[in-house]
Every structure is written in structure tokens, then in C-alpha cells.
């Protein structure tokens, strides 16, 4: 670990409310850290609710990946593609600008979007390409939403000399036309999923159908926190490196810890990711912002973790958005990246011990943070990112609310993950401004919900 | 694997006593609804069948192929809800002895609450249940709770599976063991692979007494093949291509078609 101990023993402990708050304060129950948490199991979450088919696919995956985080060669290979491929160590920009609207306090913005494929999503599939590789597999399949885990993996996949499939809703191959080119133009094959209601949860239906009948040469490529032991551990283990690194360079920028730390959760990886930097830092409040689309009272949202109820999905017991029988229920979010019903079990553990809070934000919300830090601070951020931000003002603004005597508003720090750029978002940005003449084509692909 | 009071082994062994391997016929509830369910049900039971497996269409079926997927797709449209299997199974076992096995994904369950779940099916007069997104290691309180109401409960075992699991699934088993025949879903294949056979040898072996093969059977020479080391064999999406395509009649036909191969010793 490069962690400096600077701060961590002498900052005073958070004020949380509730129970479950004091609960973790008090260490009752659990371990002493929280960080690196092996799974299979999250608190009572986790798992493995698997086809028996998969269960030896799922321990030859463990088993690999548990050699290779013991083995310097590997972890000096993900050190290097980070470095000299992804571009890390990502930036740690302030954003003072913006920051005058979360009532005052210092933001900084974790800046995963200036990584090649423009979001965190390329330091899990890096790092489980190589491992498809340690196996002997030659083929990686992956589901994709939006299609940014679908680009990295085709990514990593060309990289690397993969074959890859990668399965996305049909409905989503039609609405995002442009990002099944940017795959086929990385050598990758995009199969339509026309099955069930044709969203990314049945695109990771199929991807698992797939599995099941190529176990053999074929590794699942999975693109969140969630699923079945190991995915969860491991998609963390690979995206810790956005905690170490910022908590470093907070230190370095401010000289002490964030009071806050801000993400955007869909599966939950680059929360996860930043989250584990700070999980052993009692000062630091945790907020995972989830998609409240039209609002949680509107039912058309995808706020697993505030309104679901635990269940079993793709692999894991978590929380669940899920009817009075147990179906599945579908999700909505102005952001593909966030739409999924489901959330990973660490999430679910964490926001049960109350060490991290969950809140919804809403569409608007979203897009009106996106549009500010746009203006703010020359940045566009992802939609799904977007959701952070928007949260970020909020806690800012509770922050300056509540200070302690002598206390300022300056005195108080908070991180956003920036998990993603808006390059992909503009054409839904522009029809939701309603920047776009009448007549024009972009108008036409933005109607249909186009994110180029 | 315990033979206590099993519904589903009784049907097995009934079959093994005839000098055949049992028949198994599996159709989704609710498709295309409830009434027609019950009667092909019914029907498969006056046509060979030995024993039923009856299907609770779920949102995400992951070990389901397209035939099955839009089956499910379709009852859940038409309006099933999961309290209704509890009216198929009565209405099968109500008007039969041929024992009824439900098949479901475990989300379901859990939501309803197991002991629940499983309480209501004993009443209906179910026999246990198929899980095949539920392994033994996750399954505490369903062995529990299946003990409690004297349920079934039959797990998969793979081609893949390792000769631990193997012996530890066949220990939690209780009725049969189902030999999944190839890696992969359900759906009709011309032929079921050599990883069948030694599925079940495998099984066998860490000392499963029944084992019942299934996933990709569709016809009589199919049957008649996996008859020969399998102690049952598993007919599903041929069955509900059946229905789809030709009604209760259809289903009637394919199942006096099918039970001709189930002969241990054919002449
Ligand atoms: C930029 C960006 N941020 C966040 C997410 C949400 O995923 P996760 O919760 O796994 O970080 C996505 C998913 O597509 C994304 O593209």
C-alpha cells in the first residue's frame, strides 16, 4: 500500500445519524478494517446463486485471480498498462467554480474521465483481460447499456488479441448506433438482444447463456461490482486504485482528508473503486448517488439501494428493484450507465453497517449539475456522472450548513469521482437543452435517445 | 441422498421396477394460462409420463433458451403471478398420482419467504422442487425447511461439475439428481453429447441412486439412447413447442412418441 498515514488516526469521528451509524462507529460485529473484503459473502449479501454449469468457471476464475494479485509479474502488468496505456495516476482537479454552488465548500474531481475510452471502466477491463489471458481463454464476452463497457472491453480485447462479443439490448445497438460502430471498429461482434425486455439486465442474461455453452475458451468479462463471487471482489480490487490514488492526492493538495466523498452508483465499480480509499476513514462520509429518474414516487427510477428490497440477481444477493413476486422489475434513467435494477452486494453491506449513505437524484437534478459543471469548469462529464455531481451540491451545501463554530465553509472538503466524459452524452444533452434546430439530423438521433 | 418419503424417487422407482427409465415432462405454468396448463399436465400423466415438472416463468431465466424464454414471456404477459402454481399443482395432483415437481429460480422463493413457499406447495400436494440457479452451498434454509414439509429437492449437476461438488450435491439431493446433459441451456438438439453419460456415471458413482438426464431431449431415439444409463430422462421445450404448435393433442402424441424409448433393454 502507498497510503500515507498522515490524518488517519488523528482525524475525529464523523457525526453520522442512526443506528447503524453508531453501529459501525463501534466496530460491533465486524472486523477492524473494511477494506479489502474478500467475498464470497458482504455482510448477508454476496454469493454465488449461479447455474451449478458455471460454479467451476466461477472457482478456476477465483482461483486465478487469487494467484495473480499474489504474483509481482501480474500486478507490475496492470501497473504498466495503467501507467503507459489507461494514462494513470488520473488527475485530482479543484473545481472552484462549481464548488461556489455546494455552498462554498472545496471540490475536487476525481478525473476517471480523462482515461483512455474516457471513464473508469478501462481499469477493470484491463485487468480482467489479462486474467482471461492467465487462463488461456481467447474469447471475452461482456453485456453493455450505453455501450462504454462495451468499448472498453472491445478495447482491451484488440489490446490484448482477444476475440469479443459483446451483447447489448437491441433496442439500445438502434439508439446508440455510433457506439456499435466504435466495437466493430475495435474488431468486436455486437449481438442484439431481443429477449425479455431488452435492457442491459437481459443483455447479461444472454452473456451469460453464452458462458454457459463456451465456458471452455470463454471468459465473462462482467462490467460492475455486482454478479457472483469473485466479480464482485475483484472488479473492486481492480478499480481501488481510484481511492489509493486520490486519497494520496488529496493529502498532497489539502493536507488532510475529504470530509466527503461523492459517485455515481448503476452496478456500483467506480463507487466501489473510490469508496475503498476512504473505507477505513471514520471522518469520511461515503455518498453513493443512485438514478432517481423521474423520481422515486414517479416508480420510473433506478434507485436499488433507497426503495429495492434484497433478492438474488445474475449471481448476488443484494438489493433488488423487484414487484411483490419476486420478478424482476425494470429500471429508468435518462443515463443507460445507471439503468440496471440491481446493485452490487458490497453496496448493499455498506449502506446496511451505514457506513456509506445512498440518495437518489433525479433526471433534472442530474442534468442541471451537468450543465453547471459544464459552464463552471470547461468539463462535460457523463450523464451518469452527472447523478454525482448533483449530489455533490447537495452535501456540499448541508456541509456549509452545519458548521462548527470558527468553522468555514473553506475549511470543508469533498471529492467526486468524475467516472466518466460526456462525449458520448451530447446529442441526449442537446435534445434536453433543446439545442438542436427542427430539422436537423442530430435532432432525429436524439429523439431516439442517441448517446454518440 | 436420502429416499425417505419421496414423491419423486416412489416415481422413479415405480418406472425402474417396469424395466424403463422414468419419464420426465416438464411445461411452464401459465402458458398459454392456467386451465390449459393443468390439462396437458394431464395429459402427459395419461401418456407415459411419470413424472411432472411444472415451470414458474420468471423475468430473468438465465438457463433457458428461446422456445422456453418466450413461453415464460407470454404467461407473464397473460397475467400469471407466482401464487398461481399453487392452483396448477392442486389442479394436476387433485386428478392424478403422477407427482409434480416445481421448477423454479430461487428469487422468487426467497420472496415469498421459503418456509412460505414451500408450506403452501406441500399443501397443494407438491412433490419438492428443481433449483437451478440454487447450489447446496447457498441453500441452508432450504434443506432446512425441505425437510420440515418432506419436499424433493433435486439440484443440477454438470459436465463441468468437480468430483467434490459432485458428492456433495448428490448428499443434498433428495428424489433424483439432475444430470444437466451438455454446457449450456434448455432448447431441442439433435443429440445429446457423450458428457451425458458420463454425467451420470460420474454421479452414479458418488453414489446418487437416481439420476435423471435432461436439456436438449426431443425425441424417442434420443430417450431411448439416455434410457440406457439414465435412470430418467428430462423432455422440456420439445414438449412446449408441442403445446405451442399443436395444443394438448400435440402433447399427447409427442409423450406416447417419447415413452417408447424409455425400455432399459430394448428389443
Ligand atoms: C461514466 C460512467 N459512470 C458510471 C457508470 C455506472 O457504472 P458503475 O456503477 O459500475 O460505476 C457507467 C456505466 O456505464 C459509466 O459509463
Known amino acids: ?452 | 441422498m436420502k429416499t425417505l418419503s419421496s414423491k419423486a424417487a416412489a416415481a422413479v422407482e415405480k418406472a425402474r421396477s417396469e424395466g424403463r427409465a422414468a419419464l420426465i415432462g416438464y411445461l411452464p405454468a401459465g402458458f398459454p394460462d392456467v386451465p390449459t396448463t393443468i390439462e396437458a399436465a394431464l395429459t402427459m400423466a395419461a401418456n407415459g409420463v411419470d413424472l411432472i415438472e411444472i415451470g414458474i416463468p420468471y423475468s430473468d431465466p438465465v438457463m433457458d433458451g428461446r422456445v422456453i424464454q418466450d413461453a415464460t414471456v407470454q404467461a407473464l404477459a397473460a397475467g400469471f403471478t407466482v401464487p398461481q402454481i399453487y392452483d396448477v399443482v392442486r389442479g394436476i395432483t387433485s386428478a392424478t398420482d403422477v407427482p409434480v415437481l416445481v421448477m423454479t429460480y430461487w428469487n422468487p422463493v426467497m420472496r415469498m419467504g421459503v418456509r412460505e413457499f414451500a408450506s403452501r406447495l406441500a399443501e397443494a400436494g407438491g412433490a419438492g422442487l428443481i433449483t437451478p440457479d440454487l447450489i447446496p452451498d447457498e441453500a441452508a434454509e432450504w434443506m432446512a425447511v425441505s425437510d420440515e414439509f418432506g419436499l424433493d429437492r433435486v439440484y443440477l449437476v454438470a459436465p463441468s461439475t468437480s468430483q467434490a461438488r459432485m458428492r456433495s450435491t448428490v448428499e443434498a439431493s433428495r428424489g433424483f439428481v439432475y444430470g444437466v446433459s451438455v454446457m449450456g441451456i434448455t432448447g431441442a438438439r439433435t443429440s445429446v453429447g457423450a458428457a451425458a453419460r458420463a454425467v451420470v456415471d460420474d454421479a452414479h458413482a458418488a453414489g446418487a441412486e437416481r439420476v435423471c438426464v435432461g436439456l436438449g431431449v426431443s425425441s424417442a431415439a434420443q430417450v431411448a439412447e439416455i434410457a440406457r444409463y439414465a435412470d430418467g430422462v428430462i423432455v422440456g421445450t420439445a414438449l412446449v413447442a408441442a403445446l405451442r404448435d399443436g395444443g394438448v393433442p400435440a402433447v399427447a402424441a409427442l409423450c406416447k412418441d417419447l415413452s417408447t424409448g424409455t425400455g432399459k433393454n430394448p428389443s
Not at chain 1, 469520511?284 to 432517481?292: D, W
Not at chain 1, 435494477?341 to 449539475?369: C, F, K, N, Q, W
Open chain 1, 1 to 452: 500500500m502507498t497510503h500515507q498515514d498522515t490524518g488517519r488516526a488523528s482525524e475525529p469521528a464523523a457525526q453520522i445519524d442512526g443506528d447503524a451509524a453508531a453501529a459501525f462507529l463501534s466496530h460491533e460485529g465486524r472486523p477492524e478494517s473494511l477494506r479489502h473484503a474478500p467475498g464470497p459473502y458482504f455482510g448477508d449479501y454476496g454469493g454465488r446463486w449461479m447455474p451449478e454449469s458455471l460454479i467451476a468457471a466461477l472457482d478456476e476464475l477465483q482461483e486465478t485471480f487469487e494467484a495473480a494479485k499474489a504474483d509481482p509479474e501480474f500486478t507490475a502488468q496492470v501497473a504498466e498498462l495503467n501507467a503507459t496505456y489507461a494514462g494513470r495516476p488520473s488527475l485530482l482537479t479543484e473545481a472552484k467554480s462549481f464548488a461556489a454552488h455546494a455552498g462554498g465548500v472545496r471540490v475536487f474531481l476525481k478525473r476517471e474521465d480523462l482515461n483512455h475510452t474516457g471513464s473508469h471502466k478501462i481499469n477493470n477491463v484491463l485487468g480482467q483481460a489479462l486474467l482471461a489471458k492467465r487462463m488461456g481463454k481467447t474469447r471475452v464476452i461482456a453485456e453493455t447499456g450505453a455501450g462504454q463497457h462495451g468499448v472498453a472491453s472491445a478495447t482491451a480485447a484488440a489490446l490484448l488479441g482477444l476475440e469479443c462479443v459483446v451483447y447489448m439490448g437491441a433496442e439500445d445497438t438502434r439508439r446508440q448506433a455510433l457506439n456499435v460502430a466504435r466495437m466493430q471498429l475495435l474488431g468486436a461482434e455486437v449481438i442484439p438482444v431481443t429477449n425479455g425486455s431488452q435492457t442491459l439486465k437481459d443483455a447479461i442474461n444472454d452473456a451469460l447463456r453464452d458462458w454457459v455453452a463456451n465456458v471452455d475458451t470463454t471468459h465473462y468479462l462482467l462490467g460492475t461490482a455486482a454478479g457472483a463471487h469473485p466479480f464482485p471482489a475483484m472488479v473492486r480490487y481492480f478499480h481501488e486504485v481510484i481511492g489509493e490514488e486520490a486519497r494520496a492526492q488529496i493529502l498532497e493538495q489539502t493536507g488532510k482528508l475529504p470530509d466527503a466523498v461523492c459517485a455515481c452508483v448503476g452496478g456500483g465499480s467506480n463507487a466501489i473503486g473510490i469508496f475503498h480509499g476512504f473505507l477505513d476513514d471514520p471522518s469520511v462520509r461515503l455518498y453513493g448517488f443512485e438514478a432517481g429518474g423521474d423520481g422515486v414516487e414517479s416508480g420510473r427510477h433506478a434507485a436499488t439501494i433507497t426503495l429495492g428490497r434484497p433478492g438474488v440477481l445474475h449471481g448476488a444477493r443484494s438489493y433488488l428493484m423487484q414487484d411483490e413476486y419476486g420478478q424482476t422489475m425494470e429500471s429508468h434513467s435518462i443515463s443507460a450507465g445507471l439503468d440496471y435494477p440491481g446493485v452490487g452486494p458490497e453496496h448493499a453491506y455498506l449502506a446496511d453497517i451505514g457506513r456509506a449513505s445512498y440518495e437518489p437524484v433525479t433526471d433534472r437534478e442530474a442534468m442541471d449539475a451537468f450543465q453547471l459543471l459544464c459552464r463552471t469548469e470547461g468539463i462535460i462529464p457523463a450523464i451518469e456522472t452527472a447523478h454525482a455531481l448533483a449530489g455533490a451540491l447537495k452535501v456540499g451545501q448541508r456541509l456549509a450548513a452545519d458548521l462548527a463554530p470558527g468553522e468555514q465553509a473553506s475549511d470543508k472538503v469533498i471529492i467526486v469521482n468524475l467516472s466518466g466524459r460526456g462525449d458520448k452524452d451530447v446529442a441526449t444533452a442537446a435534445e434536453y437543452f433543446d439545442l438542436l434546430p427542427d430539422d436537423s439530423a442530430e435532432q432525429e438521433i436524439a429523439q431516439e435517445g442517441e448517446q454518440l
